[in-house]
């Protein structure tokens, strides 16, 4: 049994996931080590309240790509979604007019909202949410605590959500600084630290390193488990010949003056060894010439195709990401 345990953001970090869970169906297929488990901790800093509702980005879009629901064009939401009742929510000036809730995705928002208040924590949502699909995977959310990524623009400074950045602003406005709302009387969620301590391997994703993996790490408890656990931590670059994979990583990192490059990232991350969080940084082919000084400073590195451009590509990488923790 491989208990494999994934740090991971929305869109990038649900696509390697989907790849690391058919790269082990093929291995369980040929019964090769005994069947293996995916765990995935899952950033929640992009989490908000939208029309009296609890919304979850990253979570939802684990859920439904690994689900087979997701809108594979648009990247987020539902597969064959409308937007009837969105419409009426603008009508009366209720949300946001620019972040469209659609009417499939609207009923998880009212599921999840109806099980908090029952008094379910998020970990209890998600677990109840997840259980209607087969994704072959755990979900679990890096805090139950409301801890919200907000971002610092302008002059004077003003503070927007996360979401708003993102989204109404496609992050063209100069991010000052990300926020993480709420952290200081938050900590990382019980199951969290359970997937690492009781991981295999633990794999990062190749999601955004500031407001997805940043803001999980961030978490009280989260980097003590991730130094204290048996298992080694291997990152997957989401920098590919100095520009971001997915989004706008590169307007976050230059944010918090990290280059945008895959060996900034690691050096960012930091080794293991000498305090940081990865044992190992699978890279891109194109970008094999930062490997030695990583591995000068402690880190196990490999060369090896990036784009995630299908599933069986990411499958590959998977297969190299879980060769390097050996
Ligand atoms: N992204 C957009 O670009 N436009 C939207 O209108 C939008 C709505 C939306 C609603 C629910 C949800 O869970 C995600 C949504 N997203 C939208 C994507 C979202 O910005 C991303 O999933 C992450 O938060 C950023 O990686």
């Known amino acids: 049994m491989t208990a494999i345990t994934v740090l991971a953001g929305g869109v990038g970090g649900a696509r390697f996931v989907r790849g690391l869970r058919q790269h082990l169906e093929q291995l369980d297929g040929i019964g090769a080590g005994g069947p293996s488990s995916i765990t995935v901790v899952a950033n929640t800093g992009d989490d908000l309240w939208l029309a009296g509702l609890r919304v979850c980005p990253d979570l939802d879009s684990l859920m439904y790509t690994l689900a087979g629901a997701n809108d594979e064009v648009r990247g987020w939401g539902r597969v064959g979604e409308s937007e009837r009742v969105s419409a009426e929510l603008t009508a009366y000036g209720v949300g946001w007019p620019w972040f469209t809730l659609g009417d499939l995705d609207l009923a998880t928002h009212i599921a999840r909202t109806s099980m ?16 209607r699909w087969d994704l072959g995977v755990t979900l679990v959310p890096a805090t139950d605590d409301e801890v919200e990524t907000h971002v610092e623009v302008g002059d004077p400074v003003r503070e927007l959500h996360f979401e708003e950045w993102w989204v109404r602003h496609r992050a063209a406005l100069p991010a000052r600084r990300f926020v993480q709302r709420g952290i200081e009387t938050a900590a990382a969620s019980p199951r969290a630290l359970e ?100 591995e000068a400073a402690g880190i196990r590195t490999a060369a090896v195709p990036l784009w995630m451009t299908d599933v069986a590509a990411t499958a590959k990488i998977a297969r190299d990401a879980l060769a390097l923790a050996t």
Do not use: F, K, Q
Not at 119 to 126: D, F, N, Q, R, V
Not at 236 to 262: F, K, N, Q, Y
């Open 195 to 294: 997937a690492i301590a009781a991981a295999d391997v633990v794999l990062v994703a190749p999601s955004n390193p500031v407001v997805s993996i940043g803001t999980i790490l961030e978490l009280p408890g989260m980097r003590a488990a991730l130094s204290a656990t048996g298992a080694p931590v291997i990152g997957v670059s989401p920098i590919i010949a100095g520009a971001a994979v997915r989004g706008m990583a590169d307007a976050c990192l230059a944010a918090i003056g990290v280059e945008t490059s895959a060996a900034a990232v690691a050096s960012h991350y930091g080794a293991r060894s000498t305090g940081g969080l990865i044992d190992g940084w699978l890279v891109d082919d194109a970008d094999a010439a930062s490997l030695p000084a990583l």
């Open 116 to 131: 908090l208040r029952d008094g379910l924590t998020l970990s209890e949502a998600t677990e109840r949410l997840t259980a």
